[in-house]
């Protein structure tokens, strides 16, 4: 059974157009995050939810708007696509938001974007 | 502000032992995270330290001195299939509880 699961895999898409990447995991975590891993490999957060609430937005521009209908979801919905978007989309998850020892994150496959 | 800090790419010899350096800087530390990443594949998780010293979980070992903001991952007995990026991350709970990776070492492990 996979753990965190991510679809697409791969999405493929002209600028402009309006993108939607979905994140579930099965583990029973509170915490849900999402992370873009650009070229350079740099793995860089850009949201994070707790029990379906905000915690985290880091300067994300407001064409990225994560939702979270349940706390096994988070799903991404990109507007008016751009080529920097152009990227891995990662999504984790982890037992809670705490600083507990480990809480380590598990990662999903990725969502390869690439906008045309 | 947070930096993270470690090699690029190293190169070792299968069967050998390697040292994977990270040094950070961060205002609110509460824990440091190895991850491994091979090419095209999620980030999985390898060892976490929070007090100073050596943690080992088999051929992977990995250091932490919080006085000197610094960490290394010590992989031993190297296998072809340990050729794959690694991700040192520190945890930050200034402001809440938020998880900051370096840009990952690529190690290439040679016959």
């Known amino acids: 059974d996979t753990a965190v699961s991510q679809t697409p895999k791969y999405l493929v898409t002209q600028m402009g157009n309006d993108k939607s990447i979905k994140c579930e995991q099965n583990l029973g975590h509170d915490t849900m995050y999402w992370y873009k891993q650009d070229s350079k490999k740099f793995l860089k957060i850009m949201f994070s939810?707790?029990?379906?609430?905000?915690?985290i937005n880091e300067t994300v521009p407001n064409r990225f708007s994560p939702k979270s209908p349940d706390k096994a979801h988070l799903n991404l919905h990109i507007n008016s696509l751009e080529l920097g978007d152009s990227a891995v989309y990662f999504c984790?998850?982890?037992?809670?938001?705490?600083?507990?020892?480990?809480?380590?994150?598990?990662f999903g496959p990725g969502t390869r974007l690439t906008v045309l | 502000g947070q930096n993270i800090d470690q090699p690029t790419e190293m190169t070792a010899t299968e069967g050998a032992i390697v040292q994977i350096n990270c040094t950070y800087q961060t205002s609110g530390f509460n824990g440091l995270f190895w991850y491994q990443q091979h090419a095209g594949e999620a980030p999985t998780f390898l060892s976490y330290n929070v007090l100073d010293g050596l943690e080992e979980k088999g051929r992977f070992s990995s250091f932490l001195s919080r006085s000197k903001g610094y960490s290394y991952l010590l992989l031993k007995e190297l296998q072809m299939k340990d050729s794959a990026s690694y991700l040192c991350a520190v945890r930050d709970r200034t402001g809440g509880f938020k998880t900051i990776f370096g840009a990952g070492t690529r190690l290439f492990v040679k016959a």
């Open positions: 984790a998850s982890s037992q809670d938001d705490t600083g507990y020892p480990g809480n380590e994150q598990f």
């Open positions: 939810y707790n029990n379906k609430e905000l915690i």
